[in-house]
């Protein structure tokens, strides 16, 4: 215990060492007489892209989970003529990847600017381990212990989990009101879930006896058991709705803003008429907020937000924000959208009725450069990540015994769940930031040290 806390001091340390000389280093060029403006253009000297520009991207894992896991990320931007340069006219966006032990991702998004802003997504996606640490997060017990093979307490390293497989449609119009900066935005969603226990047998098919996943009881199993989860959504069913919202944008660019202001305010409802189980509703108030520090080198930028959740939702709607977004924790996003929540942060080990996290970083471009007829250039990203359950979730633990209780269950839901990590990335064009990002979560019962790869900015 005494090491881990002397590992937290040092990663605070590092951080902390890393974000200050990011900052001096470009501060002190201002008045240095070797400046840094001979190694880095202002990206405004830099030719606009016009026309169609495709940018494809592979993916590529392997792991006793996914087993060889390959796909492709692929994005057709329209830039027009480029006067708008970053920001684009249309996208279509193509993610496809499969592994060999069942994990699979395929999404086709369409984006569209204009008068009338358009979006379109649809997706399938099957995780054969899509993790799930119970409701209202530190009132559902997280020990690393249960997952962990050399220890004494252990019980299967998929106790945090279960098998989810989902088909989505979402489409939204957006028009301006007035001259204003202000806009409009409607449209519905369509999903159907199919959940079921972890499949022990499939994941454990080829695999070397030394890892092999036990076949336990999950937190997942236990959670239908005590009727916590119903046994009428136990196995999934439809997640249909349809939502408002209200923005205020002054964003210098859409993708990776410098400056600016982006508020919006989003209600979305599932009634029962839609084919959901139960009435439902949604809301989530989001504020970001991006300053110049140095103009085309160093921004700060902060999000702030608020999601609440009335009704009833089916368990798996809970883990789902207003937005899409999958949750509370972890990093998962997709091209021209946030990159997730709070990073080092368990997926979904959020979950509560009332919920605010705030997110803020500093975006330094350290070198520029043009390559394959595209613009790129690479950026460090230190950042703080903190977030917190307001009001949790009413939870029947009559048909939970004592013992367990004590083990999977804790009196309380309060405490914050905050991280701090720092992030390499690849631009290319403005619009597409690959990521190899570090993070650690700062209380250990939230998260762990983790590394993510994949595209984007948190927001």
Do not use: C
Not at 8 to 18: E, L, N, P, S, T
Not at 31 to 50: E, G, H, Q, V, Y
Not at 420 to 431: A, P, Q, T
């Amino acid at each position: 215990m005494r090491r881990s806390k002397k590992l937290k001091r040092g990663f605070i340390f590092i951080w902390v060492a890393i974000s200050f000389a990011v900052l001096n280093v470009h501060a002190a060029s201002n008045n240095s007489k070797i400046r840094l403006d001979s190694l880095l253009k202002n990206s405004k000297t830099l030719p606009a892209k016009t026309g169609y520009n495709l940018a494809p991207f592979p993916e590529f894992n392997i792991d006793p989970v996914s087993g060889i896991y390959l796909g492709v990320n692929a994005t057709l931007y329209d830039y027009g003529t480029g006067e708008k340069y970053p920001n684009y006219n249309k996208l279509i966006n193509l993610n496809a990847a499969w592994g060999t032990k069942g994990k699979t991702n395929i999404s086709l998004r369409y984006k569209q600017y204009g008068a009338k802003n358009l979006s379109l997504k649809l997706s399938h996606s099957i995780s054969n381990l899509y993790p799930f640490y119970g409701f209202n997060g530190y009132q559902t017990y997280y020990n690393s212990n249960y997952e962990n093979p050399s220890s004494s307490e252990y019980i299967t390293t998929a106790f945090f989990n279960y098998k989810q497989e989902k088909t989505e449609v979402d489409f939204h119009l957006q028009g301006k009101i007035g001259g204003l900066k202000l806009a409009w935005q409607a449209g519905f969603g369509f999903g159907y879930y199919n959940i079921n226990r972890v499949d022990f047998e499939g994941l454990n098919q080829d695999v070397e006896e030394t890892n092999i996943i036990v076949d336990a009881p999950t937190l997942y199993d236990r959670f239908v058991d005590w009727d916590i989860i119903k046994d009428e959504e136990r196995n999934g069913g439809w997640a249909n709705s349809f939502h408002t919202s209200l923005l205020y944008d002054t964003r210098d660019r859409l993708t990776n803003p410098t400056s600016g202001i982006w508020t919006q305010a989003i209600l979305k409802v599932h009634p029962t008429f839609f084919g959901n189980l139960n009435n439902g509703l949604q809301l989530a108030i989001k504020h970001h907020q991006f300053y110049a520090l140095i103009p085309n080198r160093i921004s700060f930028a902060f999000r702030l937000r608020y999601d609440a959740t009335f009704g009833n939702l089916s368990f798996y709607n809970r883990q789902v924000l207003a937005d899409g977004i999958e949750g509370y924790g972890g990093a998962s996003g997709m091209v021209g959208e946030g990159f997730g929540t709070l990073w080092g942060i368990h997926q979904n080990r959020v979950v509560g009725k009332q919920m605010a996290l705030g997110n803020f970083e500093i975006r330094a471009k350290m070198a520029q450069f043009r390559l394959l007829k595209q613009n790129w250039h690479l950026a460090l990203v230190p950042l703080f990540h903190t977030g917190v359950i307001l009001q949790p979730y009413d939870l029947d633990l009559s048909s939970v015994s004592p013992e367990e209780q004590e083990q999977f269950f804790r009196n309380s839901y309060k405490g914050w769940y905050s991280s701090i990590g720092i992030g390499g990335k690849l631009v290319m064009n403005d619009n597409i930031a690959i990521g190899l990002d570090w993070a650690n979560a700062l209380n250990n019962e939230a998260g762990k040290s983790a590394i993510f790869v994949g595209f984007g900015y948190t927001f």
